[in-house]
């Protein structure tokens, strides 16, 4: 199972994604390669926008940490959580979305 974990409430501070789903053997996951996909995206983009924004962790799992906050950065932020989101109400068995 995918957990993804966001601390912050009004202010997302941080997202930490780990796991991997077990819908399909690797290679042929279209959940994680979908998890993958939403992440990898939107990283690129703020890095793009203002490097300085996150720092990502990638030694075990994801992490990451949002450093600055602008109505871009955090629309971003809140854009991938929503397409996790998304995507947890179909694959329900395969990921979990804890807020704290």
């Not at 995206?41 to 906050?69: C, F, P, Q, W, Y």
Request: include cysteine; charged fraction near 30%; aromatic fraction near 4%.
């Amino acid at each position: 199972m995918i957990k993804v974990k966001i601390k912050g409430k009004e202010v997302i501070e941080q997202i930490t994604i780990k796991g991997h789903s077990g819908y399909e053997e690797s290679g042929k996951d279209i959940v994680c390669a979908s998890v993958s996909s939403i992440v990898i995206t939107t990283v690129n983009a703020i890095v793009r926008i203002d490097n300085e924004a996150i720092k990502v962790d990638e030694s075990n799992g994801v992490i990451i940490d949002v450093l600055k906050h602008d109505e871009i950065i955090d629309k971003l932020i809140l854009n991938l959580i929503e397409l996790l989101e998304e995507l947890k109400i179909k694959y329900s068995k395969y990921i979990e979305i804890r807020r704290c």
